[in-house]
């Protein structure tokens, strides 16, 4: 059985800017990723990886891998859906 907790943050005026830096600059890498894929005609996940990985993990190096991959993974499936 999988269960669903909704739970309200309070974060500090700290915590809240470190998360608002976080989500834009994840943001900007679903845009690119989104470019890129649209200016390519590139719709396969593995291409769009391989292609955009590093140069936005050097863009973005406090941003987590494994967000720049959901936001490539994101991206890939609004292309392929256009």
Not at 59 to 79: D, H, I, M
Request: a positive charge.
């Amino acid at each position: 059985m999988q269960r669903t907790v909704r739970l309200k943050l309070a974060p500090t005026e700290n915590q809240s800017s470190i998360l608002r830096e976080t989500l834009a600059q994840s943001t900007d890498c679903f845009n690119a990723v989104a470019a890129y894929g649209w200016a390519c005609r590139q719709k396969n996940g593995v291409k769009l990886h391989q292609a955009t990985y590093y140069p936005l993990r050097a863009k973005y190096p406090r941003l987590p891998g494994q967000l720049v991959c959901a936001a490539r993974v994101k991206a890939t499936e609004a292309v392929r859906s256009a």
